[in-house]
């Protein structure tokens, strides 16, 4: 990334705004899943807790796709203020209702953060490219990355001074303050809608699954984009979603309570080293470079089978996350690229469901999976599906360049998809 790049950013006053709202964002995000066990668990045990998350990944699901649809009819900036709303008043409910008193109010408040969650993401992923000009999407791409990163761990550290100082309700209120400083920026930035002059939409549920359904077709238009959704699910589901499992499970036997600390801390250097990577990237053949960047991510896997040193598990995990970081900047720069940007909310609800949508299973999946299989032969598994998916898509033609061709984009701009 170069400085003059960066400088150019940051001289934006809308991007200033844009990156402190996702920055105060992300640190609210962390210090809600640090703090709510923390209230939870002690007077209501691991079982709510687990169904709370349970409930918000849930509503989060089901809600993406409606989450697109008003990412695209709305400003966007103002549909992530909304979400922020959501969010504010379900940590109020954490507040209120984590430790004791009735489990409805509890329950409701996990539904709205997983509907703050699933109308902000697409929304986010949208604005930026309103934000910021397409010559500079690839470098903020990088640096919203890099900040979900740092504003990770930030928070998490954070979390965990809060709550060596003061009560845990006290840390939430700080969790909501984050959330407002996010509200205020986004109200500031104010956003105008895509679809000027589209007043006379037409409302009602019918009318939000035809527009979903436009957002579909936009995808299947363009096979290199449906292939590379359809590649992260099957990747999520055999590797990326095991591996929030079985590498804290592993590495806790073999090394030690501490390993998965050094783990953890390996992990967020690659991803920050892959966003950097990533936007340096200036070849005419991105996605071959984008996939390449993927098969490293087989070494986890391997380490799960053979009992390396935990130096050499750090180092595998730590490549790997290089490899997702550049993978991702480039992935999401060419979405930003590639389609419309009135049809930029539904398209990235859909790479969300499609990457993220069987994580949950995965999760619940994955410990039963190794009990029947045995690791290593998960393990081998992983490895064979990570392989064939990521250069099996190459074959579809656009993967490599990570655009349509040139013919066939010409086509797109001049025939758009309806919903009939």
Same mark, same amino acid.
């Given at each position: 990334?170069?400085?003059?790049?960066?400088?150019?950013?940051?001289?934006?006053?809308?991007?200033?705004?844009?990156?402190?709202?996702?920055?105060?964002?992300?640190?609210?995000?962390?210090?809600?899943?640090?703090?709510?066990?923390?209230?939870?668990?002690?007077?209501?045990?691991?079982?709510?807790?687990?169904?709370?998350?349970?409930?918000?990944?849930?509503?989060?699901?089901?809600?993406?796709?409606?989450?697109?649809?008003?990412?695209?009819?709305?400003?966007?900036?103002?549909?992530?203020?909304?979400?922020?709303?959501?969010?504010?008043?379900?940590?109020?409910?954490?507040?209120?209702?984590?430790?004791?008193?009735?489990?409805?109010?509890?329950?409701?408040?996990?539904?709205?953060?997983?509907?703050?969650?699933?109308?902000?993401?697409?929304?986010?992923?949208?604005?930026?490219?309103?934000?910021?000009?397409?010559?500079?999407?690839?470098?903020?791409?990088?640096?919203?990355?890099?900040?979900?990163?740092?504003?990770?761990?930030?928070?998490?550290?954070?979390?965990?001074?809060?709550?060596?100082?003061?009560?845990?309700?006290?840390?939430?209120?700080?969790?909501?303050?984050?959330?407002?400083?996010?509200?205020?920026?986004?109200?500031?930035?104010?956003?105008?809608?895509?679809?000027?002059?589209?007043?006379?939409?037409?409302? %009602? *549920?019918? !009318?939000?699954? /035809?527009? $979903?359904?436009?957002? =579909?077709?936009? #995808?299947?238009?363009?096979?290199? @984009?449906?292939?590379?959704?359809?590649?992260?699910?099957?990747?999520?589901?055999?590797?990326?979603?095991?591996?929030?499992?079985?590498?804290?499970?592993?590495?806790?036997?073999?090394?030690?309570?501490?390993?998965?600390?050094?783990?953890?801390?390996?992990?967020?250097?690659?991803?920050?080293?892959?966003?950097?990577?990533?936007?340096?990237?200036?070849?005419?053949?991105? %996605? *071959?470079? !984008?996939?390449? /960047?993927? $098969?490293?991510?087989? =070494?986890?896997? #391997?380490?799960?089978?053979?009992? @390396?040193?935990?130096?050499?598990?750090?180092?595998?995990?730590?490549?790997?996350?290089?490899?997702?970081?550049?993978?991702?900047?480039?992935?999401?720069?060419?979405?930003?690229?590639?389609?419309?940007?009135?049809?930029?909310?539904?398209?990235?609800?859909?790479?969300?469901?499609?990457?993220?949508?069987?994580?949950?299973?995965?999760?619940?999946?994955?410990?039963?999976?190794?009990?029947?299989?045995?690791?290593?032969?998960?393990?081998?598994?992983?490895?064979?599906?990570?392989?064939?998916?990521?250069?099996?898509?190459?074959?579809?033609?656009?993967?490599?360049?990570?655009?349509?061709?040139?013919?066939?984009?010409?086509?797109?701009?001049?025939?758009?998809?309806?919903?009939?």
């Amino acid at each position: 990334m170069t400085q003059a790049s960066v400088r150019t950013l940051l001289r934006d006053r809308r991007y200033q705004m844009f990156w402190l709202g996702q920055a105060t964002s992300t640190l609210g995000n962390q210090l809600t899943i640090v703090v709510l066990p923390a209230l939870v668990v002690p007077s209501r045990g691991a079982g709510m807790f687990g169904l709370l998350l349970a409930v918000e990944s849930a509503v989060m699901g089901v809600l993406l796709l409606l989450g697109g649809v008003v990412a695209d009819r709305y400003s966007r900036s103002l549909v992530m203020a909304a979400a922020d709303i959501f969010r504010i008043i379900g940590v109020g409910g954490f507040l209120l209702f984590a430790s004791d008193g009735p489990v409805g109010p509890l329950l409701v408040a996990a539904a709205l953060t997983g509907a703050g969650a699933a109308l902000y993401e697409p929304a986010h992923r949208a604005a930026l490219a309103q934000v910021v000009s397409e010559d500079l999407r690839q470098r903020a791409n990088a640096i919203d990355a890099a900040t979900k990163r740092v504003g990770g761990l930030v928070g998490a550290l954070l979390a965990g001074v809060l709550l060596s100082g003061i009560a845990p309700p006290r840390t939430l209120v700080v969790d909501l303050v984050t959330f407002v400083i996010s509200l205020v920026t986004l109200v500031w930035l104010r956003l105008p809608r895509i679809r000027v002059g589209d007043e006379q939409q037409e409302q %009602g *549920l019918r !009318a939000v699954f /035809a527009e $979903a359904k436009t957002g =579909l077709v936009e #995808v299947r238009r363009r096979p290199w @984009v449906a292939a590379l959704m359809l590649q992260g699910t099957a990747q999520v589901f055999f590797l990326f979603g095991p591996n929030y499992v079985l590498v804290p499970m592993v590495s806790q036997e073999r090394y030690g309570i501490e390993a998965f600390g050094w783990v953890s801390a390996a992990t967020f250097v690659g991803s920050v080293l892959g966003s950097v990577v990533g936007a340096r990237v200036t070849s005419k053949r991105p %996605g *071959l470079w !984008a996939m390449n /960047a993927l $098969a490293p991510c087989l =070494l986890t896997p #391997v380490c799960l089978m053979v009992d @390396v040193p935990l130096w050499g598990f750090c180092a595998a995990v730590g490549v790997g996350s290089v490899g997702v970081g550049c993978f991702m900047v480039l992935w999401y720069s060419s979405l930003q690229n590639e389609f419309p940007d009135e049809i930029q909310g539904r398209v990235f609800a859909l790479e969300a469901l499609a990457s993220f949508g069987l994580q949950p299973v995965a999760l619940a999946a994955a410990p039963l999976l190794v009990a029947v299989m045995g690791i290593t032969p998960f393990a081998v598994l992983s490895v064979i599906i990570l392989l064939t998916s990521t250069y099996a898509v190459l074959i579809v033609p656009g993967t490599v360049q990570l655009a349509s061709p040139a013919a066939v984009k010409d086509q797109l701009d001049h025939t758009p998809a309806t919903a009939s």
